[in-house]
Each structure stands twice: as structure tokens, then as C-alpha cells.
């Protein structure tokens, strides 16, 4: 794809908050996006201020009219500027920031039967990946109690103290992902620090030798909802690989489980990438059954 002109692209800022929230609620109440409501929207770009160089945005004449975060697989224009390039120069920009990242591609969430996602994807070229399904547990569905082994210890974390082998443990963990992810330490140390953060919704796994060198994690959150319900999301979990293969990746996803329905929660919430046969299967014997369907596309990076 050939570098296009036109309005400029640009890192999000700190004060492009109000902003992006507007657009991507106008998008969405143009075009609702499955599993996702505009309480969970807001969540998310209240998060993007803890790391500003992973996102881009659009502008047209001194207003902000997209925005692209490759970590989120998320690409939004403002219904108001469609067909005005906005979003190829986003993908553009996109793909050159992955690239500096060391990633090989560019990997957007669309559903090519909604008629603007669709005619996007086909003219830009994108090839289907995979998809990332949103699974869930009933609440009426048992989970037993979490029984780690005599040579493991878990702790929740400490905000600050662990912010930075935490952040080494989560970019461990998931550097072997299908879908490649990690995180700078500057934000995790910005979203521990946040006053909602509960640390008691994040299990770190140590030996009990060596309890201070993480070898496994899962963290929880209470997802805010449009109609006040009560939602919770496993949001990771994972263990370092020498370490897999001794089910302690079951223990700690039981364990989230369990919090968060001590806290009052019913149905639990986790999302896994299709290509993750290993996680499908462990989600799918926990009773964790298949809800919404999200396809990613790729673009190579530049």
C-alpha cells in the first residue's frame, strides 16, 4: 500500500480522551459490536492515557475522527467522516508502528458481514487470521476450589513493589501466544496505581523455594455494564513454559473464578484466541462455553 496524504495522523495524548470516547461511542451506536456495550467502551479509553504510544489517531481539521490500537485489534472511524481515507491512513500508520514493535503484521477485529467493516476489509486486501471468541461461564455452573501443589505458593500482588517482575512475567507468559502480546512496564505501573485497582484480583505462582521469581499469574476484573450488571472478566492467565503441564494453569483459573464470585459475581467472562488449542481445551472442561465470536484480519507491518 503506498504512504497516502492527506489530513494528519498522530500518537494519542493524555487529553484526547473526551475525544475518542465520542467517536467510538458514535461508531458504535451506528454499528454495535457484539459482547461489547458503551460502559465497557468508556473503560477502555480511560486505559489508553497509561499507554499513549499504543494508540494512533486521525484528525480532520482540528478534530479528532479515529483512532487504531493494534494491542486492542481496533480500528475506529467516526461515522460522520467515512469514505474519506481516515481509515487507510490509520491502517498506514498502523502498520508502521507494529513494525517498529518487531511484529510481522498488523492484526484488526472486523466482521466482513456488517456492510462498512465488510467493504473495508475487501478493499484494503486483509486475509482472515483467526478469531478471538468471548467465552463465559454460568453462574450455575460448579467450579472447584483451587488445590495448588506443596512446592507452589501464591500471593495477590503488591501495587509498586511487584509492578516490574509482574510486568516480565506477563510479557513471558505471552510471548509464545498465537497473537504475540506485551505490555510496558509503564503501564501496568500506571493501572496499579489507579484507584479502582483491587489487588486482590491478581494470584501470583512462585516456588515455594523462590517466592519472590514468578512463574505464573491470573488476573481479574469487575467490567462496568450499561445496565448496571454485575460482570466479571478473567482477563489473564498464564503460566512461563517450563512451568506448563502440571495444571497449575487450571488451579489459577479456578482460583479467578472462585474471587470473582466471592465478590457477588455470577456469570464469569474470558476471551481466547481460536489458534490457542491449549487454552480452548482447559476453558472448555471448566464448563466455559463459546458466546461471541470476533474475526481478526491481517495486513503485513512496514
Request: proline share 10%.
Amino acid at each position: 500500500m503506498a504512504a497516502m496524504s492527506g489530513p494528519p495522523i498522530r500518537p494519542f495524548e493524555a487529553s484526547d480522551g473526551a475525544a475518542v470516547l465520542e467517536l467510538q461511542l458514535s461508531a458504535y451506536d451506528r454499528e454495535p459490536v457484539p459482547g461489547v456495550d458503551r460502559a465497557e467502551i468508556a473503560w477502555m479509553v480511560d486505559r489508553m492515557a497509561a499507554d499513549p504510544g499504543s494508540t494512533l489517531v486521525a484528525v480532520d481539521e482540528d478534530r479528532i475522527v479515529g483512532a487504531c490500537t493494534p494491542r486492542a485489534d481496533s480500528l475506529v472511524v467516526h461515522p460522520d467522516f467515512w469514505r474519506r481515507g481516515h481509515g487507510r491512513r490509520l491502517v498506514e500508520a498502523a502498520r508502521a508502528l507494529v513494525g517498529r514493535a518487531g511484529l510481522a503484521e498488523l492484526q484488526l477485529w472486523g466482521d466482513p458481514a456488517r456492510e462498512a467493516p465488510g467493504a473495508f476489509i475487501r478493499a484494503l486486501g486483509f486475509t482472515y487470521r483467526s478469531s478471538l471468541w468471548s467465552f463465559r461461564l454460568p453462574a450455575d455452573r460448579a467450579v472447584p476450589a483451587p488445590v495448588f501443589p506443596e512446592d507452589i505458593v501464591t500471593r495477590p500482588i503488591r501495587p509498586g513493589l511487584d509492578d516490574g517482575p509482574f510486568t516480565v512475567l506477563l510479557n513471558r507468559v505471552f510471548e509464545d501466544h498465537p497473537s504475540p502480546l506485551s505490555w510496558p512496564e509503564a503501564y501496568i505501573r500506571e493501572i496499579n496505581a489507579r484507584p479502582d485497582f483491587d489487588p486482590s484480583g491478581v494470584l501470583i505462582a512462585a516456588p515455594a523455594p523462590h517466592p519472590d521469581r514468578f512463574i505464573g499469574l491470573c488476573r481479574t476484573v469487575e467490567l462496568p455494564s450499561d445496565d448496571g450488571t454485575r460482570r466479571g472478566e478473567v482477563m489473564a492467565v498464564g503460566l512461563l513454559p517450563e512451568w506448563r503441564g502440571r495444571s497449575l494453569g487450571r488451579q489459577l483459573l479456578r482460583w479467578g473464578v472462585r474471587h470473582l464470585r466471592a465478590s457477588g459475581i455470577g456469570d464469569v467472562e474470558l476471551s481466547v484466541e481460536a489458534r490457542n488449542e491449549r487454552a480452548l481445551e482447559l476453558y472448555r472442561r471448566e464448563g466455559f462455553e463459546a458466546a461471541v465470536e470476533w474475526p481478526h484480519w491481517v495486513l503485513p507491518a512496514t
